[in-house]
């Protein structure tokens, strides 16, 4: 089986592609830019584990990409390939190239705060990126299983007594982010609907763990207390509103959930993935702090609010979890444990 992940440089991506060379009969391929920062592969290169198709060539021909696929391809490997999800033409050559089975779409521009920044380029992004995806796949006529990455925070505002939040919440999205997830989700259903193409969604709540970017909250904590430890900064940790509530899950536990999506859901269907279990952002500070011996002072840093924010995000994940019987299995502490040492590590 040949499965593609577009986004595999990112950390889910990245995480997923661990657990695939754990399966059998699973060939893993992935999309990356040539700006695309490799840290998050790190891992799979030390072992030996990573292959960069036609590396250092152009190649604009899919019959010329095809051939180096076949001549180059590694099933025991990661196998990477050139492809900006912006260029329609690259997406044609790659899926024409690779011909997958499964496809996981994970790449996107997934920073919320950043959206507010760069709104056109967001929906750009996810929106155009994905309809060249789509498209390449209808024009190479074959028929992969096609997962794509939704998010909670399509659900935006979530009032008490829709709390936890079942697929069939209204979506009320409050950020331009929010709203190209939600465009994401309804051009998907659209391309099944006319087309066929077998896409299955998951509107996925908090997922954290090692190789989170250092803009992410969770990971931005976790940082600043390393390089605290490390005397690279004054005892003073910088933090935004810390009353929100989030449904947290480990990564590792979310690349489990995402691969049964392909093994048991149901084209044209949207599926929660999530804990089931709400935390405050300051529950999240208490226990990293719990974890480091230094003492800070904690001081309100106005330009970490957003415009507007989501109060809470609570997943009601039992129409996923009755279909396949997934549950977190790593520990919320075991998962903030790991990223106080990824960063650690790195600071």
């Known amino acids: ?46 072992a030996g ?33 050139e492809g900006d999800m912006m260029d329609p033409y690259a997406m044609k050559r790659v899926i024409g190239a690779i011909r997958p089975d499964r496809i996981f779409h994970l ?22 990126g994905q309809v060249n995806l789509l498209e390449a796949i209808r024009e190479a006529g074959i028929d992969p299983l096609i997962h794509i990455a ?25 950020s331009p982010y929010a709203v190209s997830k939600v465009a994401q989700e309804m051009l998907a259903l659209q391309y099944f609907r006319s087309y066929g193409l077998k896409a299955i969604v998951t509107r996925g709540f908090n997922h954290e763990g090692p190789r989170r970017g250092h803009v992410f909250v969770t990971s931005n904590l976790a940082k600043q207390i390393a390089e605290i430890e490390k005397g690279l900064r004054s005892p003073v940790i910088l933090v935004g509103d810390l009353s929100s509530q989030r449904d947290w899950t480990d990564v590792r536990d979310f ?12 084209p044209g269907e949207v599926y929660n993935i999530g804990s089931g279990v709400a935390r405050q952002v300051k529950d999240l500070l208490d226990i990293l702090l719990s974890m480091s011996q230094v003492q800070v002072e904690v001081k309100v840093d106005p330009s970490r609010f957003r415009p507007s924010d989501v109060r809470l995000l609570l997943a009601d994940a ?25 960063w650690r590590e790195r600071v």
């Open 107 to 128: 790449a996107a521009q997934s920073y919320v705060p950043g959206s507010w920044a760069g709104p056109a380029e967001t929906i750009q992004r996810n929106i155009i």
């Open 318 to 342: 039992s129409k996923f979890t009755q279909l396949t019987g997934w549950r977190p299995e790593i520990p919320f502490t075991q998962t903030l444990k790991d990223l106080l040492s990824y």
């Open 49 to 81: 584990r990573l292959n960069i198709i036609g590396e250092g060539s152009t190649v604009t021909d899919v019959a010329v990409l095809r051939s180096l696929v076949a001549e180059q391809g590694n099933p025991g490997k990661v196998n990477l390939v």
């Open 150 to 174: 939704g998010s909670s925070e399509e659900y935006g505002l979530a009032y008490p007594n829709e709390v936890p939040i079942k697929e069939s919440n209204p979506l009320r999205p409050m």
């Open 1 to 46: 089986m040949r499965v593609l992940i577009t986004g595999i440089t990112g950390m889910t991506g990245s995480h997923l592609a661990d657990y695939l060379l754990t399966r059998d009969n699973v060939e893993v391929y992935g999309t990356y830019r040539w700006r695309s920062r490799m840290d998050n592969l790190e891992d799979i290169k030390r």
């Open 255 to 266: 690349v489990r959930a995402y691969w049964l999506v392909l093994e048991k859901g149901e």
